[in-house]
């Protein structure tokens, strides 16, 4: 065996409760095996656990161990602490059992999780030689649950869970066989059961199945003590027994009553010994449970290959038998309940008919089905959740809901008598003038095969119920508008038809109203059609007089040259009824100016913010200049002097000698633009003349200002951001002289648009 790495880990600390670690929770478990080949094995072990009697969660870790013993090494030689290898799997997963059908029954459900440890030798840095031993993977927990029937003292005794690697299994890689199905977690008491508790083998091997006892590992060991055989968790496993199956210590069953070939128990009913059993071929367990309680059972699997036992795979697990009270019931929705499981539906106008269920508990409800008799040997049969019946003819029938059917405990039945009454139709037609407006005259026309119609009831969509069998109806609108006539018979079956009235009714003469009928060209008029009863349904064709037309009821239209223009108007409806209408110079366009100017200069400043305008629009009398809201003028060409930066809106608007008037903007961006003069020497001699190098400098709106000067060397002799504050000629204003050569400057500054400004010079100074 090659081991990379040992990884020892310590599942139990000192601050655990001792109650929680001895908590009575195990009810079962098993460990398989996959050949990955080079030594490696992936195992995979579940382990089940009782989560409603508030007992311990699955371990973190499992607590591992590896023995190798049984034909060089006899493994009843073995101690605790003659492990080979003792590792720590982590949980991968924990998740519940889902509960089998029988949850139908009265009362909670056993609470089922399994956790799942599945990992790779490799993972742990394991590796498995080829071996005349076998090699036992083992795992012990403690404790079983309390109140265990068929063994004595079961809330003291633990579980084991192993696999062996034998020599045989060794020499061909080979996998072991893996089981099916976990079995249910409730049956009942003296009625007939099976389970399928078969396995599949990955290589096709053969398959024998047998009851067996539980095997031991672990005990109630208050001190906690962990490294020994009877603590809760023994870290590490206890190693083989013997060199033979079953290797650990088995679990006796509480005899008579119970067995090994019959861990269900046996009773003698006249003579004839009913025992619940497993068939060895097929792993069916069948038969007839007659004691109730809880009840340990055991599972082994072996796996044969031209008659050789390769491996024996072993489940253990816990059986609840409990005396089954029904609590399901059958429901049908929205029929009348006329007694225990039993409804009456009344259908009106239809003979397809949809019947639904709301049966309860929802998780014990399984199978549905259907059955209906509809008379001369036809039945209706489905088993679908929503059953869709076409019953023949109106009269009376009977259907049942079945639900599980077929369930020796789940099944229950309720049943529905339906009437199937006469039909009675709505329906009504209508006529009317399709060119004028009017009224519509409307004709009930509805029958019944029941003995009479009582009510009836026309909806116009206006709010109002017009009960009268005939009725003329003024529409206010046009349009496919909506009718219906609602009728109830003497079955007090109500129906109803609804049907589209296409009314488009066209009046002889036609109205419209112009915005205006005198405006400025270009000019913009709203045609306003009168008639409310005209729509976008309407085929609608508009003439301006100039070329131009529209399909709107409404339109509004520009007219570009000035003149007089006819406006012609021709309305069709879907009947192809038509009117027209003709309006001799109904618009009239007179000429507008064209307003224009330019201005100089192009580009200002806030040194010259003044500028000159200058008109050029065509066919003007009168001018109003707006100079953005700070000045004004009528003059023809007028000049103005901007107060401030930044863009400056202009708006000239110009009169025509008729009065129509143009309007036209510019924008002028008026620049904050500065000077900046740098000397390129000074004398700092103290005569008052030429002291101090300086920037001569005309900036508006400028910040970041910074002003530094270099010496050849590299070295800063001067610095300021005070744009008023210059160089004496000393280090920094303050120091001792600096001598007299070249010096080079670094002017920076931020414009008031945002714009970074550099500025970079030479200066010479003189003593």
């Not at 795992?139 to 003291?156: F, K, L, P, T, V």
């Not at 007839?288 to 072993?314: C, W």
């Not at 023949?392 to 599980?404: C, D, Q």
Request: glycine share 8%; aromatic share 12%; proline share 7%.
């Amino acid at each position: 065996m090659n081991q990379n790495s040992l990884k020892v880990f310590l599942i139990l600390c000192c601050s655990c409760l001792i109650q929680q670690v001895f908590a009575k929770h195990i009810i079962g478990g098993e460990m398989t095996y996959k050949c990955l080949g080079n030594g490696d094995y992936e195992i995979e072990m579940q382990v089940y656990r009782d989560t409603t009697g508030g007992g311990a969660d699955f371990d973190p870790q499992a607590a591992i161990a590896i023995y190798r013993c049984g034909t060089n090494l006899d493994c009843f030689s073995l101690d605790q602490g003659d492990q080979n290898i003792l590792f720590g799997p982590e949980l991968l997963f924990s998740r519940p059992v889902l509960p089998n059908d029988l949850l139908c029954l009265e009362g909670d459900p056993p609470g089922v999780e399994e956790g799942l440890y599945r990992f790779k030798l490799s993972d742990f840095g394991i590796s498995l030689d080829l071996s005349s031993d076998s090699y036992f993977i083992v795992y012990q927990r403690c404790c079983r649950n309390i109140g265990i029937n068929n063994i004595r003292n079961a809330e003291d005794r633990g579980s084991t869970f192993y696999v062996e690697i034998t020599p045989e299994s060794q020499q061909i890689c080979n996998s072991s066989p893996v089981f099916n199905n976990f079995p249910d977690l409730v049956i009942c008491q003296n009625f007939e059961m099976t389970f399928d508790h078969s396995a599949t083998d990955p290589d096709g091997d053969s398959l024998v199945y047998y009851f067996e006892k539980p095997l031991d590992g672990g005990g109630n060991d208050t001190e906690l003590r962990v490294n020994t055989c009877v603590g809760a968790i023994p870290i590490p496993p206890c190693p083989p027994r013997a060199n033979s199956a079953p290797f650990f210590t088995e679990l006796n069953y509480t005899s008579p009553v119970f067995g090994d070939t019959f861990p269900l128990g046996k009773s003698n009913d006249g003579g004839v010994n009913t025992t619940v059993t497993i068939d060895s071929m097929t792993g069916i367990i069948s038969g007839v449970p007659t004691i109730a309680g809880l009840f340990v059972v055991s599972v082994a699997v072996e796996e044969y290959r031209d008659g050789e036992l390769l491996s024996i795979i072993r489940r253990d697990f816990q059986y609840v038998v409990g005396d089954c009270v029904r609590n399901i019931e059958a429901v049908i929705v929205g029929d009348v309940v006329v007694g225990d499981r039993a409804y009456r539906s009344t259908i009106c106008q239809q003979n397809n008919v949809v019947f639904e269920h709301a049966s309860t508990p929802n998780f014990a409800v399984g199978d549905i089905q259907w059955e209906f008799d509809l008379g001369d040997g036809q039945d209706f049969i489905s088993t679908r959740d929503e059953a869709i019946v076409t019953f023949p003819s109106p009269g009376v029938y009977e259907g049942t809901l079945i639900v599980n059917p077929g369930s020796r405990n789940c099944e229950d039945r309720a049943t529905v008598t339906v009437n199937i009454l006469p039909e009675t139709i709505a329906d009504f037609s209508f006529e009317y003038d399709q060119c004028a407006p009017g009224f519509v005259s409307f004709v009930n026309e509805s029958s019944t095969k029941s003995d009479g119609i009582q009510e009836i009831n026309w909806d116009f969509s206006d709010g109002r119920l017009y009960n009268a069998d005939n009725v003329e109806y003024l529409f206010p609108t046009s349009g496919n508008l909506p009718v219906s006539l609602t009728v109830r018979d003497v079955n007090n079956c109500t129906v109803t038809k609804t049907d589209f009235v296409p009314y488009f009714p066209l009046a002889p003469e036609i109205f419209i109203a112009p915005s205006a009928s005198l405006a400025c060209a270009p000019a913009s008029v709203t045609f306003d059609n009168l008639d409310t009863l005209i729509s976008d349904e309407y085929d609608i064709t508009w003439d301006f007089g100039d070329g131009g037309g529209s399909p709107s009821v409404s339109p509004t239209y520009t007219y570009e040259a000035p003149g007089i223009y006819t406006v012609n108007l021709d309305i069709r409806n879907p009947f192809d009824c038509r009117t027209t209408l003709e309006l001799p110079g109904l618009i009239e366009v007179t000429p507008s100016p064209i307003a224009d100017f330019t201005f100089t200069p192009e580009e200002l400043n806030v040194v010259d913010p003044t500028a000159d305008f200058f008109d050029n629009s065509i066919a003007a009398v009168a001018w109003d200049w707006d100079f953005n809201g700070v000045g004004s003028s009528n003059e023809t060409n007028p000049s103005f002097t901007f107060p401030d930066t930044g863009m400056q809106v202009i708006q000239l608007i110009v009169t025509h000698p008729n009065g129509c008037m143009d309007t036209t903007s510019q924008l002028i961006d008026i620049f904050p633009s500065g000077e900046l003069f740098m000397p390129n020497a000074f004398t700092p001699n103290g005569d008052g003349q030429n002291d101090i190098f300086i920037p001569v400098a005309l900036l508006f709106g400028s910040n970041d200002f910074s002003f530094s000067i270099w010496n050849r060397w590299g070295e800063q002799v001067f610095y300021s951001d005070n744009i008023n504050t210059g160089w004496n000629g000393t280090k920094n204003n303050s120091g001792k002289n600096s001598p007299p050569g070249v010096y080079s400057y670094l002017i920076e500054f931020t414009d008031s648009r945002g714009a970074t400004n550099l500025v970079k010079g030479y200066a010479t100074l003189l003593r």
